[in-house]
């Protein structure tokens, strides 16, 4: 865990999510430290009419290669967590060419207690995590 959620104009191919999907992994394991794999990602397409991604006012330009990125994880520090979007950010353009304006993220936090990985058991409560 964490759990990744991509929100993203369709049209991109297998490949290209793939080497996404393994971009974002590759900044996890960098800034959160979990094992390899604790890998956890859900990809969602959009028409590009359907997704709406502004910029609160900042300047930032965004085109159809928008990546909205969605993160449950447990409690991270800052550091980490600025290090996680800036690991993300060279990944995604560094492997697929995704420009850091077009990359946006928001992390949720929540308790060992909100996390089943199977089987009908919370395993952080059980022990066998």
Not at 86 to 107: F, H, Q, T, W, Y
Request: proline fraction near 2%; include cysteine.
């Amino acid at each position: 865990m964490p759990m990744l959620k991509f929100d993203l104009v369709e049209g991109r191919t297998d490949e290209q999510i793939q080497t996404m999907l393994d971009a974002a992994h590759r900044a996890v394991l960098t800034a959160f430290n979990v094992p390899e794999r604790d890998r956890y990602q859900v990809v969602n397409e959009h028409k590009a009419s359907r997704m709406v991604i502004e910029d609160t006012g900042l300047g930032i330009t965004r085109t159809n290669n928008v990546v909205v990125v969605s993160v449950v994880s447990r409690e991270r520090s800052k550091q980490a967590k600025q290090l996680f979007y800036s690991e993300l950010c060279r990944e995604l353009e560094a492997s697929c060419g995704i420009k850091p304006n077009d990359v946006m993220v928001s992390i949720t936090i929540n308790a060992d207690v909100d996390w089943s990985f199977g089987n009908g058991a919370a395993q952080f409560i059980t022990g066998e995590l």
